[in-house]
């Protein structure tokens, strides 16, 4: 059954049934190959997360209205600090590895090339997993379990206003300040700057109406 529920979550998460969409038991049933009763199960765990809500017919992928998705941004604002800081903390303390940090690094790189070739989508998913590594580097499971719900109901919210943002260079310098917060072992600085740096984001969504 946990496979289903990945399987729908990543059918939502990756746009193939975007915000808005109406998906009921038997498509998916006949999507995947599967009987209804995983079906029913997963998409019980998705309304859990909120990517979805009960419809007339099955369920409905969930759009964030803008309260909704500043609220969301304002929480994964606070627990990007967290994971930023506890990153920082470990890296003082001597916990992470070389190639911890070489992994963040690259992971910057790769969220800033695709952005700049124009392959939008792919710079959403080096974004992501950047920010990912970081939660990881704090080794705080409940931190990153929240931060990994919050952003699939961003990413589903935002991903038809996805254009090619305004402040591209100012993204590449924020995530390189974080990197070396993390890397120079300085939590405080680390907590500020991933949450200014999500805080910026939403103000830029704010500005283009999303």
Known sequence: MNSVYEDVRGLIVLGTYPAGRAVTEQE????????????????????????VEPARRGVTVVELDPKALRDAYRVRAALEGLTAELAAERQRSGELAPADLARLGALADDADRATRSGDLAEGVRHNRAFHRHIAALADNPPAAEALDRLWDRITVSTRASLAAPARTGQVEEEHRQLVAAIADGRPEDAAALARAHVLSTMHTLEGTGK
């Open 28 to 51: 998916l049933c006949d999507r995947l190959g599967v009987s209804r009763t995983p079906v029913r199960e997963a998409l019980r765990r998705l309304e859990s997360d909120g990517l």
